[in-house]
């Protein structure tokens, strides 16, 4: 649910999910200014994010 919802939010609000994730190491601020600074590649890995979430999903169905 957490990467299906932090996709949706990258890909709808780029520069805003960046801004929430930009607490941390210095590394890590980083590279969240730099995804600040390129929405559509935030909006990419948002998608990904996305894809993952829902095969991840699906993944637990079969097992069950």
């Known amino acids: ?3 299906i919802g ?3 939010m990258a890909i ?3 520069k805003y999910d960046a801004d929430a994730w930009s607490a941390g190491p210095r590394p890590w ?4 200014r730099g995804l600040r600074k ?3 590649l935030t909006r990419l890995i948002g998608a990904v994010q ?3 979430g829902i095969c991840w999903a699906l ?5 069950e």
């Open 1 to 3: 649910m957490v990467l």
């Open 6 to 8: 932090d996709g949706v």
């Open 12 to 14: 709808v609000h780029p």
């Open 29 to 32: 601020r980083r590279l969240m």
């Open 38 to 40: 390129r929405p559509g």
């Open 50 to 52: 996305v894809a993952g």
């Open 59 to 63: 993944g637990q169905e079969e097992r």
